[in-house]
Nanobody, 114 residues
């Protein structure tokens, strides 16, 4: 059974940092391209970055502030977030990318507020 579990979100002040993690199970992890998606309040879920052999930052607003990485030995995907801004607030999900193909996990809430 394919499963995705996201963690690492929280409440942080503007300028702060967080590290999100995604644990994937039930599939051949290393063969897929993985991405992080964000869903802001009242907005559609959108792809912000993905990584196959190299990282691709779809959302120019996160370029230079976020770093996506993967660990094929651990079946994990990470998103290092720095210099966080209120606009980064939302629920963050991982999934295959650039097209999602696995049932969504519960996501992890990131709130950037003073």
């Amino acid at each position: 059974q394919e499963q995705l579990v996201e963690s690492g979100g929280g409440l942080v002040q503007p300028g702060g940092s967080l590290r999100l993690s995604c644990a994937a199970s039930g599939m051949i992890f290393s063969r897929r391209t993985w991405g992080w998606y964000r869903q802001g309040l009242g907005k559609q879920r959108e792809l912000i970055a993905y990584v196959g052999n190299i990282p691709i930052y779809v959302d120019s607003f996160v370029k230079g502030r976020f770093v996506i990485s993967r660990d094929n030995a651990k079946n994990m995907v990470y998103l290092e977030m720095s210099d966080l801004k209120p606009e980064d607030t939302g629920v963050y999900y991982c999934n295959t990318a650039p097209e999602w193909g696995i049932q969504w996990g519960q996501g992890t809430q990131v709130t950037v507020s003073s």
